[in-house]
């Protein structure tokens, strides 16, 4: 039986019970080092005017009804990255959230509708410094999972060592023979370039495919079953073209300042140095939405707020981990909804 079907059944709930304490131990043993680290944990509210503007995240929809019954269209967000950075706006200089989030057309074994990130920001700091904040979570879950060794559909992963780090264009000629940066030099993606190449290693494509679209498929079919395994790996110096919230590296405008954490081929962690240029950042959004609308048919609005408070927002580092999945490969578990209290039933079932 599914963990999302009956969850509340005695049988089912005595099973998933260790996991779930498990993922108890652990956010406290997060928040902690959060504050040892002179962070301040925040909330942030759910309903938002925009639940962000990337062109593959599907939101949930709501209505806001006032006492005269006007309606005013929100959206239940997909982060609480605009929020967050609006208080870096407002001058807080370390900040972190346990925050429930809200995805829609999302659902399997890494996937649920509704799930938890762990999301985190510093002010005037490199992005490079994240990278050892993700390795000290990953400690400290396998600290308090009393489990060193983490596997996820036959790839194992030990805790607790040095890390693996690549760039994009490193993994692509590895992995899939592909040299990537020139095919996005200068920022601008060459389509026809990137299409011949990724052929060419095998990987299918289609007539329409896009720049990013080729690019995904390579990713997915080539370079991500290779990462996270036998240590984590960090992925950084995203293509400019695959990082719509991040800022260039500086004399380099073809990568950007993003970097994700795999884990036994499981993506944990996606961050950035942050773009702060409102204009810049505006025309980015933008773009995401006009793909989102050949692609699927709508588009979200901009949060014009957000926009405002990049003017006075810092310099800064941010990064958003799935809570769930890290629980998951810290308990052996095969699904985020084995580690969430009350996952969403599925009524297919």
């Not at 410094?129 to 194992?156: K, M, V």
């Not at 990137?194 to 080539?222: C, I, P």
């Not at 300042?257 to 950035?272: D, Q, T």
Request: charged share 25%.
């Amino acid at each position: 039986m599914p963990a999302s079907s009956r969850w509340w059944s005695l049988d089912c709930h005595r099973d998933r019970r260790p996991g779930l304490l498990l993922r108890n131990r652990i956010k406290a043993a997060i928040r902690e080092w959060f504050t040892s680290q002179g962070f301040i944990e925040i909330d942030a509210g759910a309903l938002a005017v925009s639940p962000g503007n990337e062109t593959h995240l599907h939101a949930f929809a709501t209505d806001l009804v006032g006492t005269a019954l006007d309606r005013r269209r929100l959206y239940l967000h997909t982060s609480p990255e605009l929020a967050m950075k609006k208080l870096l706006a407002a001058g807080e200089e370390r900040i972190f959230a346990f925050a429930p989030v809200y995805r829609n057309r999302e659902r399997g074994a890494l996937h649920a509708p509704e799930f938890t990130m762990l999301e985190w920001y510093r002010a005037d700091a490199d992005y490079t410094l994240l990278w050892d904040d993700c390795l000290a979570i990953l400690g400290l879950a396998a600290q308090e999972a009393e489990r060193a060794r983490w596997s996820y559909r036959g790839r194992e992963a030990e805790i607790g060592g040095a890390f693996q780090s690549l760039t994009l264009d490193e993994a692509f000629q590895r992995y899939a023979g592909i040299s990537l940066l020139d095919t996005c030099a200068g920022g601008v993606a060459n389509r026809e370039a990137l299409l011949s190449r990724a052929e060419a290693a095998g990987v299918r494509t289609a007539a329409d495919d896009t720049w990013s679209d080729v690019f995904s498929r390579v990713l997915v079919e080539k370079i991500e079953p290779n990462l996270g395994h036998p240590r984590p790996t960090i992925l950084y110096e995203y293509p400019s073209p695959e990082a719509a919230l991040a800022r260039a590296v500086p004399g380099r405008p073809e990568v950007a300042e993003r970097f994700e954490l795999y884990v036994a081929g499981v993506e944990l962690a996606n961050g950035f140095g942050e773009l702060t240029d409102p204009d810049e950042q505006r025309r980015r959004l933008i773009a995401e939405m006009d793909e989102k609308a050949r692609l699927y048919g709508e588009r979200y609005p901009l949060d014009e707020d957000f926009l405002a408070a990049l003017r006075h927002m810092p310099p800064a580092s941010g990064c958003a981990l799935g809570f769930e999945r890290l629980v998951m490969l810290a308990a052996g578990a095969t699904s985020v909804d084995q580690v969430i209290w009350t996952p969403l039933a599925d009524e297919s079932k």
